[in-house]
Each structure stands twice: as C-alpha cells, then as structure tokens.
C-alpha cells in the first residue's frame, strides 16, 4: 500500500491518498472559491499550487486558471482521461513511495502555501448544477415503499423492472453539506381527515433519503443518446445525496405529475466528489432485476454499481447522536451507465454539472438498513428508538441527519466525508 | 393611439409600440449574441444604441454594457421598475406623438446602425433557464384529459382544485423557435398489447401542446416563499410555449414519479420576451374554481390571468398549412402568481431566468379549440382532417406546428410572434 508523507492523516480517514476527492474551498486567506482536494484532515489547495513555477511542470496542459473557478465545472468539462491523469500526478506528489515526484513533499514554503488544516477552509457546492435528475434505482425501497402504499403482490408497478424511474428534480435547490433546511409549509391532507380538505402548515412528516449522487463530465448533444456502454466516460464523480422529503406533502400532491413541493425545499450533497475513477476498485453486480432480461439499449457490464458502506447518523436538538441506519450501495437495481442511457434515449441533452440522484438506498432487511424513516416506520406507525427514552416517527426541529461512506481497507480507504442537514423550524427564520 | 415613425409597421403586427418585446439576436455585422426590442418587421438593436452617446443620456442609470450579455438575464434581474422605464424610454425613442423624443428619429446615422431588418437577425433563446417547471393549469385540458383516462364523475383529482399541480420540466431541453426537434425514441408499449412486454423505438403518438410561459426577473431567498400579492413582482415576462410530448412514452413511465423522456426531448419557446407591464391591459379573470375558496396563500387579485387569443397551425412536409386550433389564455384556472406562490410555499428558491410553463391551454369546446392532439382526436380514436386527403392523429415526421398568439386591437397589438418547431425523424440526423 503506498501512503503519503502528509502528516497524520489516519488509517480510518476517507480521504486516503487513494481517494483525492475534489472539492470547492474558501480559506482565510483566498475567500473567492476555488478548487482543492482533499487528504487525510487536510487540504491540497489547487488554486495555491498553482501559482507555483511546479503547476506547469507537472500540468503543462492544462489551463492555468482552471483550478481558480468558483465550481469544479470546467475542469469537469475536460473529461475523464484528463481527471485520471492528473489525479494520478497529485497522488505522486503526495506519495512518499521511492519513486514518487518529490517537488511539493521538499518544499516547504509551497507545502505552507497549499496544504492547510482542513478545519480552516469552508467548503461549497462543487459544481454549479444545470438539471438535477431523481431516479428511483434502489429496489427495496420501491419495493418495501410499494408494499407500504399497495400491499403485497402489488410492490412493483409494471414499469419498475423494464426502465430507470426518474423524475426532474429542482436544481435551484442543491446545497451543499451543512446548509439549514427550513421545515416546509406546505399543502396536505391530516392523516385523520383524509376524506377532508386539505389544510396548509409546517410539514408534519419530513423525512431524509439516503442516495448517491453522480456528476455528469460532459454532455451529449440534443437528439442523440448516450449508449449504455460509453455512458461512464460521461461521469466525473460521486457524492453522498439526501434528498429531503415532506412525505405528507407528497401524498396529496403527487397524482398525476409526480412530486413537486415535497422534494423542492432543499436537496443536500456532500462537499467532496469522489472521481469516477477513485471508485473503480468497488464495482459490484447490483440487485438481479426480476424480470431478467431488459432491453438491448439498457444491457452494460454486469458489475456498474459500487458496494460503498452508507450510514445514517441522526443527532437530536439535545445532541445526542445514534446511527440508526447502515445499508450499501450495492442495494442498487440500476446502474448509473443505465440512467444515463435511458435519460439520454430521447434525445434529452445532459450538461456538464447536471447532477443524477441513485434514489434511495435500502438493504432488504430491518429498519436498521432502510434508507429513510417512511419505511423505517412503516409511513410513520411504528416508531424507531433513540437513546434514553427519545424516538422518532419522522424529523423534529433541530434533528441533524449526517450520512457517512466509504469503501476500502484502512489506509486506502475511499469515502465521502459527510453529507449533513439541519432541520430548523418553519416558524423561525435560520 | 400613439403610433410610431417607424417605416411599414402593419397595423396587424405583433410587434406595435404597445408591445417592444425584448429577444436576443445575432446580425450579419454583429456575431454576437445581444438583446433587441422588436418593433413592426424591425428590429432596434440595443446593443448598437448602447455604443452611441444617447444611450447615456437616456438610460443613466443602466450598466452599459447591460445589453451586450447574450442572455436577458441580467437585464431581468434589474427588476419591473426598471423595465417599465426602459420600456417607457423607448417608446418614447420609437414614438410620433409630438411631445416624444426626437433624437434617434432625427439621427440618420444612428438609425442606420441600430435600427435593422428583423429578417436579417437570428433570434436566440433569449434568457438562460435554471430550472423549468411546468404546471397544469389549464383547466378544459385537465378535464379533458382525466375524463378520457378515468371517465366521466372522475375527471379532476382530488388535489386539481386545491392546488396549482406542477412538476419540475428539465431545462436543457427548452430551445428558441425554429429549433428542429428529433422525434423521440422511447419505451412504450404497443397499443394493441397492452398486457405486453414494453418495446423501445421511435415514439409513435408525438404531440404538441400549447401554453404560456413566464420568466422570472428575480429569485426568492432559500426558505422564504413569495406572497401571492408579491408574485407579478417577479415576472419579467411572458412567452408562448410548446411542450412537445411523447404520449406513448408518458403512458408507461409516468407512475409513480411523472412525466420524465415523454417531455424532456424539446421544449420550444418564442424568441421575444413580452414584457409584464405590455399584457397589463389584458387582465381578465380565469376559470372559476369548482371548489369555491383557495386555501389564503393562494388567495391574490382575480383579474391575474390575460386574454391572449391563440392559435395553433400546422404544416405537413408537403407545405400545406391549416389552423387546426383557437383558444385563450383566459382559460387558465391558476394564474402565474398562483403559481409562484405555490411553488416557493415551503421555500423552494426560484432565480432569474426561471421559466413557468402554464400547463396546456385548451377551450372547453371542440377539437377546433383544443391545446393538444390527445384532446383533438380523443386519444388518438378520432383523427382531425386537414386541407385535401390529409389528416393526423399525432403528428408525422416533417410536420411543422406553429403556435401565435396576441392580444389587443389594430395598430396597438401586443403578440408574441410565432413559437415553430418542425419533427424530423428519428432515423435522420439534422
């Protein structure tokens, strides 16, 4: 395994000299945003490194100023050959292997400059997102949600198995890790009422999803597709996803468009994209589709999903914190290559920054892997437990939801940080 | 009636001086993209005024370079109070009334360099769009639509009363008019086997539908929503739009999440902007509301929708062209404030350059008055006859369908000029 001479970065952390994920910084001393990657508690400030003579040394081809844009956009746009390779040159300036490029490690006055405390610098949203997509690719959340909502024998609808679901979600809403979500106001039916007219207040049942999000490299062009097996080189990288729900919301608005004011309030991604390519080592078979075979345009490798462990940390107002989901992403029925092919069928352009959403991520079992609390209580009836005598039906004001992943051993591991959301209450402003 | 010194401006153009709709062009002199009012078959390249000492002297307080982007966007952000009186300055610059002012007029040479054929400019999509969200407001469609699917006593859903129904459209797709549109493949299943295993391939039931859009001038801040009463505020103004649908395709996925490749493979609007303060005159009240009283947030002026005549044409490969339609926006049941003020009720931010599409628009009528080949031909069971042999169900590779639409009397018209999209096959490239 090869480690880096960066001090102190730990066995556990995600930002292992095998990940390099990249991100969107200020720091006090450059407040305009600008790009860096991430390392062990530690930041490689990209716009610092290139100011030194190094940058064109090691990076003749690129830009100059590519890494002193407020969104990792352009440097997305130059696609996937271009990320690796220089993914593969930061990994050797930042190795202690022998035959590492040791420019960077025996300068002391440009490791002051570019490797700071992570601590030190705020992170923002890494890309500015043209359209978000929302697919519906983890079968036993459709499965247990369908159960729920139309009992057994009528999990699935019909379209489930032959196509990726999906729907356009609100791109004006993508935030990135940390930013407050205000409890909707919204229109909805009380559940004692349901016959009655609807009434309009602070959601009572706002929910959090558990999903992988993908950024789009670069785009195709209007009215022609994207085959399923080229779909990846489209792909700059992943995030952790949560896509908040006003689950109450949702069922009195959603017949027949779909959902609207239930998902529109805030969308949360975690800071630091992990390259397509830092992912490679994790690829999985999904779950077997039911219906066996699909259609010739949606047929890719088997193994297009990553088995990354996912956990749920729920932190009450009173700070008590408890996991109270662990699932994978390998809980997947649908590839990301296949969302792409299909989205792309009809000709609909993707961008580069367009952001595509998994859907939510459950395992098959208990409601410790379910990848939000509509299933974990069964649409709100049965409470989950917290520590000492607290519990939960759906969020209170105040709950923090922190979703965690990684894959990897220790040393090398791959992770995401984390993607964290606060609820505060309708009636307050932040 | 004011009229202008403008040369041949037809009573029965679109474009009087009640109008000056804003578009963004590019000339044979200047290639890049800029704004323009348009004006009779002219247009006034404000872009070109702006290089001339008059700009100053009549618009002091506006960036110079404000009609220089290629986008409207910025212009928009400024806010109405500012384009009511850019607005009000050119009409003045335009005028013949005696007390008007002369100076472009009375400037040759100025006239000569701003003042230009609209034949010899291309028009371009004239805001970048964040986010598309498409409503259902038209009320004979809604019905329409849901007696066809679910008969007659179970026309409207539960919610279609109570709130403005939308779902998030996707942005990369919303071209300018003229933009060829690629006839979708998709996923569907054939019409004689229901029961059957879906088939992918070209779509078979494409469809136009007709309505208004809205551009937004300014956004909202993240979890604070827009009073009712506020909305119009917000509007920089208005567009036809067409939003081509694959009928087929929107049958077999849109459970349980929406419409999503039946919708996304082209959006066409027309390329002049008609500004909020042009369609003042034009208020009228909408449909009534089969539920009595809206929920209070829903609760603004009622005379908030317009009544814009439309009409739609459509012109086989062979060239012959038929008005198949005639309607009215009048028959909206939610008006654009409405919809704002639902669609940031839980606090969803909107941006400048949003586009809201008003749902299709139809009259309660026969076919002749419909906003959708599904209504004309009752899901396809009943075809309407064009000139000599011809007819259509849906629409045929090489059709053209051209929506127009304006409001007011001769010499002062307020139209939108045309909103044209041809089908091509999906064999074919462009």
Not at 61 to 70: D, E, R
Not at 169 to 191: C, E, H, K, N, Y
Request: proline share 8%.
């Amino acid at each position: 395994m090869v480690t880096t001479w960066v001090p102190n970065v730990s066995p556990t952390s995600d930002f292992s000299l095998a990940n390099l994920p990249f991100g969107i910084i200020t720091t006090p001393s450059d407040p305009l945003p600008h790009a860096a990657v991430a390392i062990g508690t530690w930041v490689l400030d990209l716009k610092a490194l290139s100011a030194a003579p190094l940058f064109a040394a090691v990076f003749p081809s690129l830009p100059p100023q590519i890494f002193s844009h407020p969104t990792l956009n352009r440097f997305a746009a130059l696609g996937r050959p271009t990320h690796r390779a220089v993914r593969a040159t930061l990994q050797s300036l930042l190795s202690n292997a022998a035959d590492a490029d040791p420019r960077l490690r025996d300068d002391a006055a440009l490791r002051a400059a570019a490797l700071l405390p992570r601590a030190s610098a705020t992170s923002h949203l890494p890309m500015a997102v043209g359209d978000y997509t929302d697919f519906y690719a983890g079968y036993h959340h459709a499965f247990a949600v369908g159960a729920l909502f139309r009992g057994p024998g009528a999990e699935l609808q019909p379209n489930y198995a032959r196509l990726p679901v999906g729907y356009h979600g609100r791109a004006s809403s993508v935030v990135v890790s940390g930013t407050l979500i205000r409890r909707p106001v919204g229109q909805f039916v009380l559940p004692d009422d349901p016959a009655g007219a609807p009434v309009v207040g602070p959601s009572r049942r706002v929910d959090f999803e558990v999903e992988l999000g993908c950024f789009m490299a670069r785009g195709n062009e209007m009215g022609v597709g994207v085959p399923v097996e080229e779909a990846e080189d489209f792909v700059f990288g992943y995030v952790l996803l949560n896509d908040w729900s006003a689950r109450d919301v949702q069922a009195w608005e959603y017949v027949p468009l779909g959902p609207f004011n239930s998902k529109n309030f805030g969308t949360t991604v975690s800071p630091w994209v992990v390259l397509a390519d830092a992912l490679e080592p994790f690829r999985v078979k999904g779950v077997e589709n039911p219906a066996g075979e699909v259609l010739e345009y949606l047929r890719g490798r088997e193994d297009a999903v990553f088995d990354i462990g996912l956990e749920v940390d729920l932190t009450t107002p009173e700070g008590d914190t408890m996991t109270i989901s662990k699932t994978t992403s390998k809980h997947l029925m649908w590839s990301f290559p296949q969302m792409i092919a299909h989205h792309t069928l009809g000709g609909c352009p993707l961008r580069t920054g367009d952001l595509l959403g998994s859907g939510t991520i459950s395992g098959p079992g208990g409601p410790e892997e379910r990848g939000c609390l509509l299933e974990m209580t069964q649409g709100g009836k049965k409470e989950i437990l917290l520590y000492g005598m607290d519990a939960r039906t759906y969020l209170k004001d105040g709950d923090t939801i922190t979703i965690r992943g990684a894959c990897g051993e220790p040393g090398a591991r791959v992770g995401f940080g984390e993607c964290r959301g606060r609820i505060y209450s309708a009636e307050q402003r932040k």
